[in-house]
């Protein structure tokens, strides 16, 4: 959504670094497992009719074997198949009694919080700002806890010692965390958490939900899944879930999916695009005079605002001054206020002019 309206006194094409949508292209692997899968559609022989509820037996076997990689056992039965991650995190919301909290950073990526809202569900607003590193504390009663890493909007990645204490305050209060690893593609730093799974005592207390949509340029495939250890005892529920509401995710689909998980390294090139843009955008936004936060383990970057600004007024001042169109914090929760949100997924060729027309430029 590239805008290309001119601004009232430039003439310049409006550059958006606002969306989290990817530039692509697919795959070649996805490309050809879906070329492969709709000829085998179109022969009576080799038809697929409804998938399986819980997704085809080939790609919860690949998603195994990818969590098996990085030293996490899991058995295919664990992992449910959906058409996103959005779509999962308001349908695990919807399992549980609606009186139950949600507990969720304070900036937070809005479409669960608009679907605990829809649900009537009451939120406990987790502050994640500079001054507690983008950690959120501890909710202060059992709660449903949302946890995003690398987190949209700031970009930012929760550390191992957040990841224990929330889990062990999971575990003793008898709350349960979902833990969103939707741009976990992006992490450059080994050492920080990929999964809740890699901390002790998850498994009966977290739910994970995972994405092809920014690594894989799937945002238009649709496909995500959920990994539910049998020692929460969900399982039998959201699978109930999903027989009754969802049909499966179409057979092609599935078939890039698996291809996916079979060429990661194909993803390199894509994943290396974006960090270089938000290593790029960082050096001109930091240039410019602006307290930079994130960028560095995920595509989004997370700029205060300066002078005292509203968000508002500064995406405002963005887009007439220099036809930049970047997202303002204040949409992500009240903690966002001061902020806005560029994003690294867009154009190289893009974030090459935006910073262009950064240069020069000084905001406090
Ligand atoms: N989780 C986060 C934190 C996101 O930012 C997004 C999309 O922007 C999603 C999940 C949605 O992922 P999907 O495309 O798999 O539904």
């Known amino acids: 959504m590239e805008a290309q309206r001119k601004t009232g006194n430039d003439s310049?094409?409006?550059?958006?670094?606002?969306?989290?949508?990817?530039?692509?292209?697919?795959?070649?692997?996805?490309?050809?497992?879906?070329?492969?899968?709709?000829?085998?559609?179109?022969?009576?022989?080799?038809?697929?009719?409804?998938?399986?509820?819980?997704?085809?037996p080939f790609l919860r076997d690949a998603l195994c074997a990818s969590y098996r990689?990085?030293?996490?056992?899991?058995?295919?039965?664990?992992?449910?198949?959906s058409d996103g991650a959005k779509s999962d995190l308001g349908n695990l919301l919807s399992l549980f009694d609606p009186a139950l909290p949600l507990a969720?950073?304070?900036?937070?990526?809005?479409?669960?919080?608009?679907?605990?809202?829809?649900?009537?569900?009451?939120?406990?607003?987790?502050?994640?700002?500079?001054?507690?590193?983008?950690?959120?504390?501890?909710?202060?009663?059992?709660?449903l806890i949302y946890l995003c890493s690398p987190g949209n909007p700031t970009g930012t990645v929760l550390t191992r010692k957040t990841l224990e204490a929330t889990v062990d305050f999971a575990r003793q209060?008898?709350?349960?965390?979902?833990?969103?690893?939707?741009?976990?593609?992006?992490?450059?730093?080994?050492?920080?958490p990929a999964s809740i799974f890699e901390i002790e005592g998850a498994r009966g207390c977290a739910i994970e939900v995972g994405s092809f949509s920014k690594a894989a340029a799937f945002t238009g495939l649709?496909?995500?899944?959920?990994?539910?250890?049998?020692?929460?005892?969900?399982?039998?529920?959201?699978?109930?879930?999903?027989?009754?509401?969802f049909n499966g995710v179409a057979y092609p689909v599935q078939c890039a999916a698996a291809a996916v998980l079979a060429h990661p390294k194909e993803l390199y090139p894509a994943i290396a695009r974006a960090q270089k843009n938000a290593d790029r955008l960082r050096a001109a936004l930091e240039e410019a005079g602006l307290s930079v936060y994130g960028g560095e383990n995920s595509p989004y970057l997370w700029a205060k605002t300066p002078r005292k600004m509203t968000s508002m007024a500064f995406f405002s001042q963005l887009l007439s001054q220099l036809g930049l169109a970047v997202?303002?914090?204040?949409?992500?929760?009240?903690?966002?206020?001061?902020?806005?949100?560029?994003?690294?997924?867009?154009r190289e060729a893009d974030v090459r002019e935006a910073c262009?027309?950064?240069?020069?430029?000084?905001?406090?």
């Open 222 to 245: 649709r496909c995500g899944f959920s990994l539910i250890p049998e020692e929460t005892g969900i399982a039998p529920y959201f699978a109930r879930r999903q027989a009754c509401r």
């Open 356 to 364: 262009r027309r950064l240069r020069g430029i000084a905001f406090s």
């Open 173 to 192: 209060s008898g709350s349960l965390i979902l833990f969103d690893a939707a741009y976990r593609a992006f992490l450059r730093d080994p050492l920080l």
């Open 69 to 81: 990689a990085r030293g996490l056992i899991f058995r295919p039965g664990e992992f449910f198949v």
């Open 104 to 143: 969720l950073g304070d900036p937070c990526y809005p479409a669960v919080r608009d679907a605990a809202l829809l649900a009537r569900r009451a939120l406990l607003p987790l502050a994640q700002n500079p001054a507690n590193g983008f950690q959120p504390p501890v909710p202060d009663r059992p709660c």
């Open 12 to 56: 310049r094409k409006i550059i958006s670094l606002s969306i989290g949508d990817v530039g692509g292209p697919l795959p070649r692997s996805a490309v050809w497992a879906l070329r492969r899968a709709a000829a085998r559609m179109g022969r009576a022989g080799s038809f697929h009719g409804y998938p399986p509820d819980g997704g085809e």
């Open 327 to 346: 997202t303002p914090g204040s949409g992500f929760g009240e903690g966002g206020e001061g902020f806005v949100r560029f994003s690294a997924l867009g």
